[in-house]
């Protein structure tokens, strides 16, 4: 009779053990977490693809930026683009560090062209970046006119637009960047070795 | 007045006794001091003794916080570390642009996933928490983790890489639980400081082990170090280890933040030495700015970590790398992990260059300078004064002087 009540008690365990198992399998989810709105969705979304596909309606020039440079970025970044407490944004001879000379290596580690618009493959990285994190302490104050007018003003003084050209959603992914084929990207497996220098 | 007199008696005998008890303190070197906190905040959280005086110190090369009010680097104490884990309170701190750290309220905090997914979620951090965890012990160590000639410690040469236990939910949980789509390559990853400093990262890698983490030994994340959610990649360099982690975009393509095109290069060569660290070791006892304080005998020790994997083996060299002995691994080794490793030495007083070499699961040996400058084809010496390509993994020696005094040998 125990014997027996304890053999129906394992008996039940593994039945519904086996329930719950099988339960677990066929439900895709644990059911945890809000499902956001797509207005939601597009009020985070900040990060602009190369392709542009994120980059809201608006336009700008070189000639708008100039005036909207002066007074938001010239305190810090100096007014010809360089020479300030923050980084130059703005490539000149003069401030171009001589070979062995370039400022201690932390990150963004781009020996003597730490400039956005000279460095970076896309100028998306630039609008991005505006976009995001720019002016300091006032970051996503800038209307999108703002930061395409900015983002001209850059490309244009560092010689890679002319200062008419529109800068839209369309004409931004386009711009031909200077470094435009400067990167490769190794491809990241699980267990795979960097390939030199591995022997001792 | 005999009450008076056992009182007079009484205190004095005590008087002698506290007498003879400050001059036994006084000969171990214990002296008392008046508690600077209150019994009720001993009680509530403790402190390290005030005879430990170890702490983090800012990069030579930047300060910190600079005059914007922003913090950059700021390096571990590695020459006072024992074992593995570095105390939290301890923990190298790196930003890229510089940051200031964001002020969470736990309760309003929210984790999106979302792009090509079936399922955008959007997640508090009471939610993350119901999912299971996982606790991995795993280093960090930032790019700018370069020794230099000028640096004088190893908290100065390699202060930039600590390890902790990290608790949260793995990464690949939650993409299954959004139903990652066809066609899915990278992941952006997003913090929420001011300049919401972003990176992508390959989809295979965030299936493979990383961690949204909420937990850092044992506790919540300090803020320094993302509270209250950073993300993990193990053995990658440490920009990828979003803090504050606010939102997770899965992409087709890299995304060529702000962080990533400080990263690329055109070298294939170069590029290959980029995203997972190299296996790498360093020497903490004794390293540069110690002294030892006669001839005979002492334990060379130091810590070994590799970004592909577990530690299998640490070399020591004595004679600057002519002949190897194998270390002993002093303690568990973690994948991705700081390893402690040891040896016994009798010091004679003769000038010496001390060298440790990590071999890791995949049988990646650390390399010295020298064997860098000849894949590179630049003569021998160039990266003493160079930083050397990729991530930099290369072998800091340090030189024991006649007077037991310990230098960098790169300088």
Known sequence: MRLRSLLLLVIAVVVTGGLCHAGWAQSPTYGLGKTPTAEEIRAWDIAISPTGKELPPGSG????????????????????GSGGRAPELIRSESTTPAPGKQPPCLSPCIRGANVMAIHSPYATTIWDYINRGMPFSKEETLKPNEVY??????????????????????????????????YVLPEWKHGMPRPFPNKP | MDSKKAGRRKFLKGGAAVAAMGAIQSATGQT?????????DEIAYGERSHFVTSVRVPVLERPSPDEFGLTFHVLTPLQDSVGIITPSSLHFVGTHRGAIVPEIDPGEYRFLIHGMVDRPLEFTLEELKRFPSVSRIHFLECLGNRGKPEHKTVQQTTGLTSCSEWTGVPLSLLLKEVGVQKGASWVVSEGSEEVKGAGSIELAKAMDDCIVAYGQNGEPLRPQNGFPVRLIVPGFEGIYNTKWLRRMKVVDRYYMTYNDYGHISKDPKVAALTFQWGPKSVITFPSGGQKLPGHGVYQITGLAWSGGGAVRKVDISTDGGHTWKDAEIRGEVHRMAHTR?????????????????????????????AQVAKVFNVPPDYYHNHGVPGSDNTIVPWRVATDGSVYNALA
């Open chain 1, 149 to 182: 007018a900015l983002t001209a003003f850059l490309l244009y003084k560092s010689g890679v637009i002319p200062e008419d050209q529109v800068v839209d959603a369309q004409s931004l992914p386009q711009i031909k960047m200077p470094n435009r084929d400067g």
């Open chain 2, 341 to 369: 490793f040891g040896m016994n030495w009798k010091w004679e007083g003769q000038e010496c260059v001390l060298m440790s070499r990590c071999t890791d699961e995949l049988g990646q040996v650390q390399p010295t300078r």
């Open chain 2, 32 to 40: 008392p001091v008046p508690a600077k906190r209150s019994l009720k």
């Open chain 1, 61 to 80: 020039t070189a000639k708008e930026g100039a005036p909207l440079y002066a007074q938001k970025c010239a305190a810090c970044h100096g007014a010809t």
